[in-house]
């Protein structure tokens, strides 16, 4: 009982399809259900759903469950699996967060000195998100956008340089703070459910921390199995893999400014 009210309007970024349209319904929405059966390939979804007078929830497809039932109101288990889901997917699908991770981790080496930054940066874009999604800061998206990529650019020059007086903790404290506006960013396009602002802004948290975790362990051990089968090759292998992380961020960097 629901038709499209408006044209559907589609933005493009990397990897992904934003659309919306407005639709007007004929009775309640509640129980009905609402997804997209033909998912190209393996993508996946996030639908969300703004009733009028009504709080917004967010559901996640997938091809193996591309239609998702609209609720009266959002429950916070509903909440919390969503946008628990959304962070993951944000870190592990957003290459520039991706990039700076790995790179940090390459940087540092070790896995006690890697725990002890990641804690800072873990810390520093908590601390941004949630002055952002809560609207005490803001930073236009672009600039964060370019200043993101240019802390991949000086990772890369760090590790090429074999950069040992470095403060890995501070530095991924300060570029934590940065890194934070870009994921309020994205949380701002996806919106938070009212009255369960707080449930989705930790689990969001929860998720990308997940994901972080995942792609930290990764590195770390990839870096043990290079110590152990070619311990001496580890500064050449480092120092390689400098330049790639460099040229990606340095065209992102371009890219971003002259956008």
């Known amino acids: 009982a629901c038709a499209l009210a408006g044209p559907v309007e589609r933005d493009m970024a990397p990897l992904a399809v934003v659309g919306r349209a407005p639709v007007v319904c004929t ?72 990039l700076f991770v790995i790179a940090l981790v390459l940087l540092v080496r070790r896995p006690w ?61 300060a570029f934590g703070l940065l890194h934070g506006f870009g994921f309020a960013g994205a949380l701002r396009e996806i919106g938070l459910p009212e009255g369960e602002v707080p449930a989705a802004l930790v689990s969001f948290n929860i998720g990308v921390e997940a994901g972080q975790l995942l792609v930290v362990t990764a590195v770390l051990a990839a870096l043990a199995l290079l110590r152990r089968i070619r311990p001496a090759d580890e500064p050449l292998v480092l120092r390689a893999a400098a330049y790639p992380v460099g040229i990606v961020g340095a065209y992102w960097l371009i890219e971003r400014i002259a956008a």
């Open 27 to 98: 009775g309640s929405v509640a129980g009905q259900r609402l997804g997209w059966p033909a998912f190209p390939g393996q993508g996946e979804a996030i639908l969300r759903v703004a009733p009028r007078e009504r709080p917004v929830q967010v559901h996640r497809l997938t091809p193996e469950e591309p239609y998702a039932t609209i609720t009266a109101r959002p429950g916070a288990a509903q909440v919390w699996r969503s946008y628990f889901a959304i962070g993951v997917d944000h870190i592990l699908a957003g290459w520039d967060h991706l």
């Open 113 to 173: 000195p890697v725990v002890k930054a990641a804690t800072a940066f873990t810390l520093a874009h908590s601390l941004t998100l949630a002055a952002v999604t809560l609207g005490f800061a803001g930073i236009r998206q672009d600039v964060v956008e370019a200043l993101i990529a240019l802390s991949i650019v000086f990772l890369a020059v760090e590790i090429a340089r074999g950069a040992r007086d470095t403060l890995p903790w501070l530095v991924a404290f």
